[in-house]
């Protein structure tokens, strides 16, 4: 019997998949671009493909040889109280925002909905697509492939920040912050088995990000190289 195509070209099918990720991300902004809509009504349209990314998503998972399990949505119980301290690094990295600049002023209760769909809808949709079927797909190479080549194709896709006009130091460790998360998440989901927890964090991490002001002075980059630094270690301790 014919081997899936997955599994007789995992980098093949890894990239193709990730592209569609994008795909349906950069044809939901170009919409809103081309429209000229109001900021919130963008988001809830970019939000609209984003989900009907998804939905592509879960289908190539069903329609692939593995389950759905397989891809994270199960997961093994916790080894005890253990287990929760995997996750407390990564909510060390939301609490220093949020207590070094708190919450943006000004923002009606309409924009904090629409952010909180629109960040649940990319959490749910890149976790689907990286931490769900670019790892799974690598592992039909190794382990050590699914766990290193689906972060470095989510840490280079932020390398798009550089087109938006950003610092080039700050776009720079902004790489470096998204490669470590898929460092971290890849090796968080081998081994748990939980992708709805990624998908909550990951939800969580971009909604921080939308509600707390956008600041780009020196006190940003320390904040983001703390950041980078708690990742690094968090990703050293998960792989011993």
């Given at each position: 019997m014919k081997q899936p195509f997955s599994k007789r070209y995992p980098l093949a099918a890894a990239a193709l998949v990730a592209f569609i990720c994008v795909l349906f991300t950069a044809l939901g902004s170009a919409l809103a671009q081309i429209l000229a809509l109001p900021d919130t009504t963008g988001h809830l349209v970019i939000a609209a493909f984003l989900a009907v990314s998804t939905l592509v998503g879960l289908l190539i998972m069903k329609r692939s040889p593995d389950t759905l399990a397989q891809y994270g949505f199960g997961g093994q119980p916790f080894a005890g109280a253990a287990g929760v301290w995997f996750y407390l690094p990564l909510v060390l990295i939301e609490i220093l925002p949020l207590a070094i600049y708190g919450v943006a002023k000004g923002q009606s209760a309409g924009y904090y909905a629409t952010m909180l769909l629109f960040t649940i809808m990319i959490g749910f949709n890149e976790e689907t697509y990286f931490r769900g079927l670019v790892l799974r797909f690598l592992q039909n190479k190794s382990m050590r492939w699914a766990i290193w080549g689906s972060s470095v194709i989510f840490g280079l896709l932020h390398s798009a920040n550089l087109l938006g006009g950003k610092d080039v130091l700050y776009t720079v460790l902004q790489i470096l912050f998204?490669?470590?998360?898929?460092?971290?998440?890849?090796?968080?989901?081998?081994?748990?088995?939980?992708?709805?927890?990624?998908?909550?964090?990951?939800?969580?991490?971009?909604?921080?990000?939308?509600?707390?002001?956008?600041?780009?002075?020196?006190?940003?980059?320390?904040?983001?190289?703390?950041?980078?630094?708690?990742?690094?270690?968090?990703?050293?301790?998960?792989?011993?």
């Open positions: 998204a490669f470590l998360v898929g460092l971290v998440l890849a090796e968080l989901l081998v081994q748990t088995g939980r992708l709805w927890v990624l998908i909550v964090w990951h939800a969580a991490h971009d909604f921080i990000s939308y509600i707390t002001p956008e600041v780009l002075d020196a006190g940003a980059l320390v904040l983001l190289g703390a950041q980078v630094a708690i990742l690094l270690v968090y990703v050293v301790v998960l792989q011993k």
